[in-house]
């Protein structure tokens, strides 16, 4: 795409960004109610419509979110399961006391992430009216503020850490028919809110990854798909903060980050156009729009005519009321005076500004059939579509310099779309809009919602405030595993290779390899690599190697330091400790015979090896070897070190005594 | 703890209050708190609930969220600004169309609809018509709307006070020419407010709502302005001219179901449709487009018909609930406190244990009027059965066959008003009024479904709830 900026110098453009981390907490009911937490559902039975309705706020207005989520007229459906769910969720009954396992567990996390505790804990309700929580609104209390991250060699401000509970999850969205499943609902998890200070995409995916293993440190927190899922803010200078929403992957983040940079120098460079072409205030702008459904009735573009709208609504199953907006089908055509050629100035890469149009058309307006618009900046090419273009601005008597973009669907929504569309110019002659994009994996972002601000936040007059006393605060803090910058440079410099280090601390194993060091003298090499590699290959196996009991490393690595040949049986003990967790090391020992001094095997050796065939010529060296090896080992791996047994073997080997005897 | 209402330090006492003193901060202040820590609380001061602890202020910060700061541990409050927060709605005039209908919303208390200070949080009640416009602008399209507050109570708070100034608030509405009457009312007690009004206000020309909400107003989630759509909707336009309450029908978005006053009954502490008609069904469905009646047994619209006000009460009425091994000086103790109703929440078809006999005889001779309504909420009190129920007859126990209990005390209340005389109180507690006695109760009139078994689970997984 032309003048699309691929590269830009982050620093010269001003790039800010900052994250907010969520993090699913390990508890075993949800945050205010006594539901089960992580067990979730693909089925329901029974099934819930609400719809959403802004508050006034101070001046007797709505605040802009909640206004733009009215205006969307969403019917909202939640499927509701009763394994997972109860009359809490449904916003059926008011909230039970918030679980004090969770906010254990999220003090815990302000910790770690160097937080101040505060003394009282106030549960706030944040609203969202897009139903993604039944209420419309999230309840969440900060718990931690002003803390601070050892970050690439400087340090990165937590502002605060907040303990909330979990939206749904959607299912569909399709026209005014959104579709939520609630089995997540009510989850507890933490928001970790950084301070804007990250300048590079590599420096915001090291962000995330580093929240990702302090908040792991705990073993506290759940892990898996969707447990822990960031927004990234990002603004460039002379922008505005737009959130990115819900990023699954740190590895996302670098090309969303460079793509929304670059989306916020082009809104810039579009603003300055637009104030050259002399629009540069509201009033300066020359909308209007026109029903022209009649005009193009038999156009062989098909989402003009009628008949191929119908087959849209009966094939995806669209019933009035529900999905489908209200009115007839409509076309509508939206002049745009003056603005030639902004609808496909470039935004971020692979993109031009109508797909901001289109982002907003489509989320307020409910007209969501693909294209969703077309512009006369990329008219489509169809039979006489050139001249159909032609009669269309003919008949909204456009000039030259203007433009024109179509919008096809229920009329009321396309009415919607037009101011829609109006507004977005408006917001246009600002440069960046605030609002909140959601992510694509190829890197785009689209339209979610617009920004919401402190406006949307009140108090929870359902719950009391919980007193966090310093008591309860000392006794989680004397209880924390030591933080990654803390052990990450102490194991590299004992030689645990960086990725092994990272593993230990995000999957598990860090407070072994503390442990059996502390405890046995093991050799932190040894154990980081035992438990972050050997690991890895039992839990491959299908092994359940978290639910041995930690003594059991502990024996197994006292033992080991005296006879260190029971590392080579490390496999068969690990899998045999698997098998039987609570069993002590000794009796496993046993059963293994790992536990006593191995009989005369020199003594037995060459009867052993006799059933093996002298080498052929045309075999490679050391196949003779290997085989025998395999003959012996099973019975002396543990017992005598694979050194001296090969040695000993290599000695017996026939094909040398052949070729001497042959001499 | 009595403090003015204007205190600068609203709800502090003890050390937070001297805490704030210390600081020459106060309620409204915009401040920038430093803590022990050096962590920095920059926002305003909120008023705190009296009950809560004397130890911590309170601080709603910039960015929207609340956090208490332990007195010991503040080092410094600096203040910014003060803007004391405005507990007044912005009024929009309420848009007159000459084509139609005057509703009339007379206030009890609660709110029905509200706004959000955000500044403070405060949730600041809208009651008058332009306020009501406000908050939900769709009333504009269905009335001429008057509104008139009566009272500020919560709905535990209703009583005698209340309930005849109500009653005759009615009359003066209807006289004014009102098409319809809609009368905003906290859900808890709002079931004994429609019996009583049942009583109090008979032949009315229009249709009397009591509407409320189980989810307040400042919610997003609201049933509030839904409620208060259906129920304007049903003063302005509906056919049925009696005391009814107006509630969702089921918890999720769909319809409104109008109750009579003397059958209808709050049946969850919490869910939108706690409401439910017992003993019979529902007399309509209302929408926002239209009404569906469930039956032609009602008093229908016609302005023509005179109201009879009667707003008399007598409050020296309770209600008995009785349980296994309930002893007999409970009965003494209410006759002693002059108690001249009794109305007993029997078990099954109307029965309580025989050590209580005496008492109930005792209470009787000295001129108590005692009842027999049933607990278990459906069915009838059928006394004649079990000799049992036969001994309290002839003790002189009158059954209200399928009256509901708080149906019953309401209209004891409003009978004792009229008479002491044991004859006629038992006469008028026998002749139905509003369909508070119904001679048959129909099959569907009770349905509880019960939730596993198969039937109900395809039921429910097909409807919405």
């Known amino acids: 795409m032309e003048s699309t900026i691929e590269r830009i110098d982050y620093a010269e453009v001003g790039l800010m960004a900052g994250l907010e981390v969520h993090q699913q907490l390990l508890t075993r009911r949800k945050l205010f109610c006594k539901c089960p937490a992580g067990l979730y559902t693909t089925k329901h039975d029974g099934e819930i419509l609400r719809h ?19 205006k969307t007229k969403k019917n909202i459906i939640y499927l509701l399961h009763e394994s997972n769910v109860c009359t809490y969720e449904m916003d059926d009954t008011p909230p039970f006391l918030m679980n004090d396992e969770a906010l254990d567990v999220a003090v815990e996390q302000c910790l770690m992430l160097g937080c101040d505790i505060v003394d009282e804990v106030h549960v706030a309700r944040k609203q969202y009216l897009d139903g993604s929580i039944p209420t419309g609104f999230q309840r969440t209390a900060i718990v931690g503020v002003n803390g601070k991250l050892p970050f690439a060699g400087r340090s990165l401000g937590i502002i605060q850490v907040s303990v909330e509970e979990d939206s749904c999850r959607e299912v569909t969205d399709r026209g005014h028919l959104i579709v939520w499943r609630t089995d997540r609902l009510g989850m507890p998890l933490i928001e970790t809110v950084t301070a804007p200070e990250l300048r590079t995409p590599d420096e915001v995916a090291e962000a995330i990854l580093l929240i990702g293993r302090v908040c792991r440190t705990t073993r506290h ?20 903060r737009v959130e990115i929403k819900g990023v699954p992957k740190a590895g996302w983040a670098r090309r969303l980050v460079h793509g929304e940079a670059i989306r916020q120098v082009n809104l810039l460079r579009l603003q300055r156009e637009l104030a050259r072409r002399g629009v540069s205030k509201t009033s300066d702008l020359k909308i209007e729009h026109r029903d022209v459904t009649r005009l193009l009735a038999s156009s062989q573009y098909p989402h003009f005519r009628a008949e191929s709208w119908d087959a849209f609504v009966q094939q995806d199953k669209r019933r009035p009321g529900f999905e489908l907006g209200e009115g007839p089908f409509c076309v509508r055509a939206v002049k745009l005076c003056g603005l030639a050629g902004t609808l496909a100035w470039p935004t971020q890469p692979y993109h031009d500004f109508s797909h901001e149009l289109a982002g907003r058309v489509r989320v307020i307006a409910g007209l969501d059939q693909q294209p969703i618009l077309v512009s006369s900046d990329r008219w489509p090419d169809y039979a006489d579509s050139r001249r159909e273009l032609g009669r269309l601005r003919k008949h909204l008597r456009c000039a ?37 994009r959601q992510p694509f994996a190829d890197g785009s972002t689209d339209f979610e919602r617009i920004l919401p601000g402190p406006d949307r936040m009140y108090p929870d007059t359902d719950h009391p405030p919980v007193r966090m006393t310093r008591d309860r605060v000392e006794r989680l803090r004397v209880a924390l595993p030591p933080p990654p910058w803390e052990r990450e440079p102490r194991w590299e410099a004992a030689g645990i290779p960086r990725q092994t280090v990272r593993y230990l601390i995000r999957r598990g194993g860090a407070e072994l390899v503390d442990l059996v060091v502390r405890r046995a003298q093991a050799d932190p090499r040894r154990a980081g690599m035992f438990f972050g590699e050997r690991w890895k290959a039992l839990r491959r196996k299908g092994l359940a190697v978290e639910k041995i009991d930690p003594e059991r490393w502990v024996e197994l690595f006292q033992a080991a330091r005296e006879r260190p040949v029971l590392w080579e049986a490390q496999d068969a003990i690990g899998e045999a400790l698997a098998r039987r967790p609570e069993q002590p090391l000794a009796e496993t020992l046993r059963e293994l015979g790992l536990d006593r001094p191995v009989g005369d095997w020199r003594g037995t050796l060459a009867e052993r090896l006799r059933g093996i065939s002298p080498p052929k010529k045309a075999q490679a060296d050391g196949a003779w070897l290997r085989r025998a090896m395999g003959a012996v080992m099973p019975d002396l791996r543990g017992k005598v070190p694979g050194r001296e047994v090969a040695e000993a073997v290599r000695a017996l080997e026939p094909s040398q005594n052949a070729k001497g005897a042959r001499s | 703890m009595n403090q003015p209402a204007n205190d600068p330090l609203k709800g502090y006492r003890g ?7 210390r600081f020459r901060v106060r309620v409204w202040s915009e401040v920038r708190l430093t803590n022990d820590a050096g962590s920095v609380f920059e926002g305003v001061i909120l008023p705190r609930s009296e009950t809560f602890d004397d130890l911590h202020v309170v601080i709603k910060m910039r960015n929207g969220y609340n956090t208490g700061v332990h007195v010991d541990r503040i080092r410094a409050i600096q203040e910014l600004g003060y803007k004391e927060a405005v507990y007044k709605i912005p009024e929009r005039e309420f848009p007159f169309n000459a084509g139609l209908p005057k509703v009339t919303l007379l206030g009890t208390g609660g709110t029905i609809a509200s706004r959000l200070d955000y500044r403070t949080g405060a949730v600041i009640p809208a009651f008058t018509p332009g306020e009501l416009y406000g908050a939900v602008p769709e009333l504009a399209d269905i009335c001429n709307l008057t509104t008139r507050k009566l009272f500020g109570v919560f709905s535990e708070n209703m009583s005698k006070d209340q309930y005849i100034p109500l009653a005759q608030a009615i009359g003066d509405e209807i006289a004014a020419g009102a098409d319809g009457i809609v009368i905003g009312h906290g859900t808890d007690t709002m079931g004994h407010t429609a019996a009583i009004l049942s009583f109090m206000v008979q032949h009315s020309p229009v249709p009397i709502v009591l509407v409320g909400s189980q989810r307040s107003s400042d919610r997003p989630s609201s049933d509030a302005a839904l409620n208060l759509i259906h129920a304007v909707r049903a003063a302005a ?48 469905m209302v929408s926002r487009s239209r009404f569906d009646y469930l039956t032609r047994d009602y008093l229908p619209r016609d302005k023509t018909r005179k109201v009879r006000i009667d707003a008399v009460y007598d409050d020296r009425v309770t209600i008995l609930y009785y349980y296994p091994g309930m002893k007999p000086d409970l009965v003494d103790a209410l006759v002693e406190k002059g108690y001249k109703g009794i109305v007993i929440a029997g078990t099954g078809l109307g029965h309580v244990n025989k050590p209580l006999y005496p008492a109930l005889k005792r209470a009787i001779q000295q001129g108590v009027h005692v009842v027999m309504a049933v607990q278990t909420l459906w069915g009838f009190a059928q006394m004649y059965v079990y000799d049992t129920g036969r001994d309290l007859l002839d003790i002189g126990i009158v059954p209200l066959d399928n009256m509901l209990p708080e149906t019953a005390l309401m209209k004891l209340c409003w009978v004792l008003g009229h008479t002491q005389e044991h004859a006629e109180v038992m006469r008028l507690m026998r002749t139905p009024v509003s369909h508070e006695i119904t001679e048959r109760e129909p099959h569907n009139g009770y349905v509880i479904l019960q939730g596993g078994l198969p039937e109900t689970e395809e039921f429910i997984t097909s409807h919405w709830k």
């Open chain 1, 221 to 240: 927190v759940r892990v898996g798909l969707g447990a822990s899922r960031q927004d990234v803010n990002v603004s460039v200078r002379g922008g505005r």
């Open chain 1, 52 to 70: 959403m309705r802004p508050t006034l706020s101070e001046l007797g207005e709505y605040d802009g979110t909640a206004l733009m989520e009215f």
């Open chain 1, 400 to 436: 030259d310099g203007d433009a024109l973009v179509v919008v096809w669907g229920p009329e009321a929504d396309t009415v919607t779309a037009a101011q829609e569309i109006a507004l977005r110019y408006q917001a246009a002659l600002d440069g960046v809009p605030h609002e909140t």
């Open chain 2, 237 to 284: 336009y509906g056919d049925i001219a009696e005391v009814m309450i107006c509630m969702f029908g089921p918890t999720s978005d769909r319809y409104g179901l109008l109750h009579r006053g003397t059958r209808c009954r709050k049946m969850h502490s919490s869910y939108r449709s706690t409401f439910r008609t017992i003993g019979d069904i529902p007399l309509c």
């Open chain 2, 15 to 21: 050390q937070a209050r001297a805490a704030l003193e």
